[in-house]
Every structure is written in structure tokens, then in C-alpha cells.
């Protein structure tokens, strides 16, 4: 069975902060896909990353960072010196192979409320 | 690019109706998924249709059903409505169907309350 755990139900951070958000998953694929996606208060999921199973690289983009570490099973999201604009909820994802066709798993979202 | 429009934003009905929600993909985007948002339960897959047909289902009751157009466009139908079912409704689309490895576009959402 597939599972994305995101244990951090909701951070508070004082603007210029940096905050880690953690995603730890369990799947039996060996060919999956993790993505993060964010959710702002307008509803409309927004999607930031994904990531093949095969790719363990690290990724930068911008003040945004992806730590894959497989060994861990885990894939967490780092946001350096934070903004009020990035205030919302974030999504984990993963999507692998089940019973021939892919199947998307959310985690259940961490709220992140960054303060000014 | 026009993304992902869903209609209606908002919806208030009565427990026992039924409801049909609506969702226009991205031009080009042949795969629409639905999507039901709780505080309890978080984001819960539906199901997703791609060239008219349904390629993928959840774990919900038959009481939710969809279906799609052959311009993409997909409808969600919620019959016999409970309290359970108030929720955020979100459609997403992508290029291809059973997801794989693409990243899913979605609407602002269906917020469906019930009283």
C-alpha cells in the first residue's frame, strides 16, 4: 500500500526564517513520482515540484529546496528566509503503480503560517 | 493558457438532493481528476476520466459519480447528499491519463456545503 505521512500538522515562522517541511513516504514501486504541490487560501492547488524515484538529486529553485532521500524515504521542502506570501498549505505527494494504472496519494497538508 | 475552471464556486443544498458540479480543463489537457477536500480526511482521490471514459476510481460510495465530454469537460454528480459530503470539490487536469509522472493542474474549487 501506498502512504504519505506529513506529520507536521501546522509551523508558525517569523518572516526571514527558514522552515523545513516534512514529507516521509511508503511505497512498494520501484518506479514512483513525488511531488509538492501548494495550496493557498484561494483553494487552487498549485504544483512547485516533483521528483522520479530514480532522481536523487537535491533541487534548488529559488528560496525553495527538495531534500530525496530514499534511504529515509523521505522528501522534505525547505523554504529559506521565509514570506508572508508563502503562507498556506502544502501538499506531499506521491504517485505510483498500483494494480497496473498510477494512482496520486496526498498527504493531509502542512499549514504553514509565516508572521511578519 | 486558461487553467482549470470549475463551476459553481459555492453550492448550499439540503441533505437527500442532488448536486452536479462542473469542470473545464486546460485546452489540450484530455485527463481530468476529482479530487474531495475535508479537514478530517485531507485531499481524497474520486476518480478520473480520460477520452470519455473512466480510466481510474476511489474508495467512494456509488452515490458519486462523473463522466466526460468529448471536449474534455467532466461533470461530478453527487446523489442523495449527507451531511459527510460537505467538503471542497477540486478538479485537476493533465496532459495524460493514470497521472504517471505529471503534474496535476487544478481549479479553485467547488466549496458544496450541506444543511
Known amino acids: 500500500a501506498q502512504k504519505v505521512t506529513q506529520a507536521q500538522t501546522e509551523i508558525s515562522v517569523v518572516e526571514k526564517e527558514d522552515v523545513t517541511l516534512d514529507c516521509v513516504y511508503e511505497t512498494r514501486d520501484t518506479t514512483y513520482y513525488l511531488f509538492w504541490y501548494k495550496q493557498p487560501p484561494s483553494g487552487e492547488l498549485v504544483f512547485l515540484i516533483r521528483?522520479?524515484?530514480?532522481?536523487?538529486q537535491n533541487e534548488i529553485s529559488g528560496r525553495y529546496s527538495w531534500n530525496f532521500q530514499k534511504s529515509t524515504s523521505s522528501f522534505n521542502f525547505t523554504i529559506t528566509a521565509s514570506q508572508v506570501v508563502d503562507s498556506a498549505v502544502y501538499f506531499c505527494?506521491?504517485?505510483?503503480?498500483?494494480?497496473?494504472?498510477?494512482?496520486?496519494?496526498f498527504g493531509t497538508g502542512t499549514r504553514l503560517k509565516v508572521l511578519a | 493558457k486558461a487553467g482549470v475552471t470549475q463551476t459553481p464556486r459555492y453550492l448550499i443544498k439540503t441533505r437527500g438532493q442532488q448536486v452536479t458540479l462542473s469542470c473545464s480543463p486546460i485546452?489540450?489537457?484530455?485527463?481530468v481528476s476529482w479530487y474531495q477536500q475535508t479537514p478530517g480526511q485531507g485531499l481524497q482521490f474520486l476518480f478520473e476520466?480520460?477520452?470519455?471514459?473512466?480510466?481510474n476510481k476511489g474508495n467512494f460510495p456509488g452515490r458519486f459519480s462523473g463522466r466526460q465530454f468529448s471536449n474534455s469537460r467532466s461533470e461530478m454528480n453527487v446523489s442523495t447528499l449527507e451531511l459527510g459530503d460537505s467538503a471542497l470539490y477540486l478538479c485537476?487536469?493533465?496532459?495524460?491519463?493514470?497521472?504517471?509522472?505529471?503534474?496535476?493542474?487544478f481549479g479553485d474549487g467547488t466549496r458544496l456545503s450541506i444543511l
Open positions: 521528483r522520479n524515484s530514480f532522481d536523487e
Open positions: 485546452s489540450g489537457h484530455r485527463s
Open positions: 476520466y480520460f477520452s470519455e471514459t473512466q480510466r
Open positions: 485537476a487536469s493533465s496532459h495524460r491519463w493514470g497521472h504517471s509522472n505529471q503534474p496535476q493542474h
Open positions: 505527494a506521491l504517485s505510483g503503480l498500483t494494480s497496473g494504472t498510477y494512482k496520486y496519494i
